[in-house]
């Protein structure tokens, strides 16, 4: 199962995400795929997320369960806890660090 949530994001980047998920509300979108068109529908939405947010959430094997990516302008950013991802907050005037590399 595959989740992905889009805020100020351009109608062009909905109507792709549209082609391979369901938007069952504004900017929500679910669906099934595989982990490789997973992949190809994120670097979808980095490249035409402009000004925008996102939040990708996937079942994984983990102890969690799931795990997730984020993207834009956000006070929340995803932070490692020990091998337990984790959601910080960051002060309201605090510039979000850049994003972590992909191992």
Do not use: H
């Amino acid at each position: 199962m595959l989740v992905i949530v889009v805020e100020n994001a351009p109608p062009r980047l909905r109507g792709r995400l549209a082609i391979w998920l369901l938007e069952i509300r504004a900017g929500v979108y679910i669906g099934r795929v595989s982990g490789r068109t997973r992949e190809l529908i994120w670097q979808s939405v980095e490249a035409g997320l402009e000004d925008g947010s996102a939040v990708m959430a996937w079942a994984a094997p983990n102890s969690t369960g799931f795990d997730f990516l984020t993207l834009g302008k956000d006070r929340r950013i995803p932070t490692d806890f020990d091998g337990l991802k984790l959601v910080s907050f960051l002060p309201p005037d605090t510039p979000a660090p850049p994003p972590p590399t992909r191992r």
